[in-house]
């Protein structure tokens, strides 16, 4: 069985977090995943602190493993959901979109795990030094709010700016993924977009539908411009989106086509209008499983690779 020291610092059987997608990433959902070994995480996305808060309640009333909370930092609701995962103490918090640094001393007091997202060496080195329990490098591979650089370069930069933990995340869909990035010098993934289609994952049907139908090529990168590139699957939002950004639209008209886009594609899931966000790994997501049987077949597929990496060695 794999372990890392992740696995001791949570007290998770699998050094496997499930990604925190806004809008997506429930009380359900992540209780699935802790219960299967993993370290579920509920997204507060932009919702406002009582909805977490009952997200919290939802997952401990599924399951008693330890499970996490991603907050996105530039939210308006952001000091409220700080302070309500110190009280509910929740296992663990994943950041991003900022800086955490303001609220470590909180988490850290009511012994919650603080965990950032980075996406660059010099934010890495930047949350070591602000007291972080662990970091989650993420390659621009994922889904959702993404940086410049691939997985396969972040990691291993990240690893070697650090003596904290690092979870490697970005394109990690299955058992090959688990073990390059341990390989690369991660103790443990983060995956968000094989979890779309696990059963447990409320969003629309033809969300679900997408990601499975989704190739290679099926995802493109919008937001530049306004420097918040979102990674989604191509679509007729993304059409409209790009031609306005590269067409000199102004930055008032961007702004006013995103609103709501993502929210949508979860809840109505309008293929045209909608902005369905997804990481490349889509493509290779072929079917609709019990959260428990992802995590399975992603630590149990690493195993292999792992075991054999000495025939490579002569």
């Not at 303001?102 to 997202?117: N, Q, S, T």
């Amino acid at each position: 069985m794999i372990n890392s020291p992740i696995c001791e610092m949570l007290g998770i059987q699998y050094p496997l977090f499930q990604g925190g997608m806004a809008w997506i990433a429930d009380g359900r959902l992540a209780a699935a995943v802790s219960e299967a070994g993993g370290l579920g995480i509920i997204a507060a996305g932009n919702s406002r602190a009582d909805y977490v808060r009952e997200q919290i309640h939802i997952a401990r009333s599924l399951t008693d493993k330890p499970f996490g909370v991603n907050i996105m930092l530039m939210s308006r609701y952001a000091d409220d959901v700080a302070a309500i995962a110190a009280e509910e103490r929740v296992a663990a918090v994943t950041t991003g979109a900022g800086n955490p640094a303001g609220y470590m001393a909180m988490w850290r007091e009511a012994g919650v795990k603080v965990i950032p997202v980075v996406a660059s060496v010099a934010m890495a080195k930047l949350m070591t030094r602000a007291g972080a329990s662990a970091l989650i490098a993420e390659g621009g591979e994922s889904g959702g709010h993404v940086g410049e650089l691939t997985t396969m370069v972040l990691v291993p930069l990240v690893c070697d700016a650090t003596d904290l933990p690092v979870i490697a995340a970005g394109g990690i869909a299955d058992g090959r993924g688990v073990a390059a990035a341990l390989m690369l010098g991660a103790c443990g993934v983060q995956v968000g977009t094989r979890f779309l289609s696990a059963e447990e994952c409320t969003i629309h049907p033809t969300y679900k539908e997408r990601i499975l139908k989704a190739t290679d090529r099926g995802t493109t990168v919008v937001g530049k411009r306004l420097d918040h590139p979102i990674r989604c699957l191509r679509n007729g939002f993304t059409r409209a989106y790009s031609k306005a950004e590269y067409g000199g639209a102004p930055d008032e008209e961007l702004e006013k086509m995103s609103v709501g886009a993502f929210r949508g594609a979860v809840e109505e899931g309008n293929w045209t209008k909608n902005c369905f966000m997804s990481g490349q790994s889509a493509a290779m997501v072929h079917e609709i499983q019990p959260a428990a049987v992802i995590v399975r077949e992603l630590m149990e597929g690493a195993e292999p690779y792992l075991k054999g990496a000495a025939a490579w060695v002569k």
